[in-house]
DNA sequence: AAGTTTGTTAAATTTTTTTTTAACGTATTG
DNA sequence: CAATACGTTAAAAAAAAATTTAACAAACTT
């Protein structure tokens, strides 16, 4: 095993490694390995960074980054920097993962609960017409109300989801559960 | 517009409306649309299901059905239940959304929690050696440390969300955050 | 104003993923 | 034990997504 590595080449392995790793756990956050690993690049550059830049980091093209730029934004993971002096734009990793994931989550779960707290209003007002109506007969109704109480009971969730939301959102949370920045016993 | 609908093609809507809902938002749970629709099918059965309900209810195939229960197996949201005297396989979505939640974060947080500390302890050790190292340039050995901080600090958040994943796990996160059987006042 | 630079969109290509048909192995039934 | 039913794997086909090259438009330089 040879004793003798060259220091930077040390630093390079200490940071793919970790870029791997970043890469390879953020599918939980929608983006392909691809994507992941141009976060995980930018993640180690204490400065922002141009197309330029990462196509060359990357090997690939300049549209490639232009898009896989722009989903990072989406997700909130990466932001554009204005920079004095350079024409072309800059970008920057998010290095607070409590940002992110707070408006990753906070943005995914209030969308999960507004579309199907929608739908199950929708579907709770078709339901109640088969409910209430006269001369239906009682199999079909009873099978709307176990929809129906079905539905009902799913909302108690959508519900709780959105004050999770809230919590965060508000940092209540970290009442909760606070952030140690101190290593605990092992 | 027809106020004559047959009740049944009624309550047909109000689980399309949902089933919809669903397969839209499940994206974030890593499946596809179709995925999401067999779920929102099984969602609305009061019964287990076989391979072949499925495949004549979505109009796909049989294999395509067995691979996307699998999938909906490995995130928790479908069962495999046992019934007497059949020979087919049965399956039951899990219908409590509080449960899939849990399930499904612990694990993904957890696997990104595990991975990412993992890959950060080797990474520290790596730049550790170039820290400690005699006659490293000083500029160096001045990245090494900036490198070695910034993933210090990432373990802060790496050490809170597995908190949250014991604090789901435990249920300690209703004491914080009940779960609200009756709607607020809108 | 002509010529560059920069970022994005469009079209084409490649790769990956999804879906299907076909084939197979195991178990069950008669 | 032959015949059938069931679920899965394998191979093929189809569809979707990612990536690249080409083309373009806006902004900047000189």
Known sequence: MPEDIQPEALIEQARDIVINAIAETMDLYGVTPSIGRLYGTMYFKHHP??????????GMSKPSMSTSVRKLQDIHMVQKVWQKGSRKDKYMAEKNFFRSFI??????????????LEAIAMAESKLKKVIE?????????????????????SKVYYRWLKQLVRSIETEEIFEFLPVNQEEIEP
Not at 49 to 58: A, I, P
């Open 49 to 58: 960074m141009t197309l330029d830049e990462m196509k060359d980091d990357l």
């Open 133 to 153: 109506a006269q001369d239906v007969d009682e199999d079909v109704k009873k099978e709307a109300e176990i929809d129906f109480q079905q539905l009902e009971e």
């Open 103 to 116: 408006k990753f989550f906070c943005k995914k779960w209030m969308r999960e609960v507004n579309l199907n």
